[in-house]
């Protein structure tokens, strides 16, 4: 059980060795913004949360998840700065906790990913239009 927003709503992956990857924002004062938790027992337990606001001067919020294994997934999250509503993708390293590289994509809101066979779609809404990329994790 994991309190979130139903606004924002959770991210949700199961990897190819079925751990359970999640992201959820949650607008709590000690704690706003997104994070980032995995199970290693079906949803069980899950780990002690990573909170991707560390990495962003402004809130992120919306983020979705796709994972490979227990320390590689790639997340998308929405964040609106002095620029208006952009795209970031988080990842692909995720083993000490905290995503080694944290990339711009394009404006926009509203993200989401998809993935098979190493490939990963990352769409977006800009403005009326949907957007989208492929990525390698």
């Not at 979705?64 to 002095?82: F, G, M, P, Q, S």
Request: with cysteine; charged share 20%.
């Amino acid at each position: 059980y994991l309190e979130g927003c139903p606004h924002n709503g959770p991210g949700l992956d199961v990897d190819a060795d079925g751990n359970v990857h999640v992201t959820w924002y949650t607008g709590s004062e000690d704690h706003i913004g997104v994070h980032y938790a995995v199970s290693e027992d079906g949803g069980e337990h899950f780990s002690a949360s990573f909170h991707l606001n560390t990495r962003f001067k402004d809130t992120p919020m919306r983020a979705k998840v796709v994972a490979k294994n227990r320390h590689t997934a790639l997340v998308a999250c929405e964040v609106i700065d002095d620029d208006g509503a952009q795209i970031y993708l988080l990842g692909p390293d995720f083993s000490a906790g905290s995503p080694k590289q944290i990339e711009p994509i394009a404006a926009g809101s509203y993200p989401n990913l998809a993935q098979k066979a190493g490939l990963v779609a990352l769409a977006w809404l800009d403005g009326d239009v949907v957007k989208a990329t492929l990525v390698k994790m």
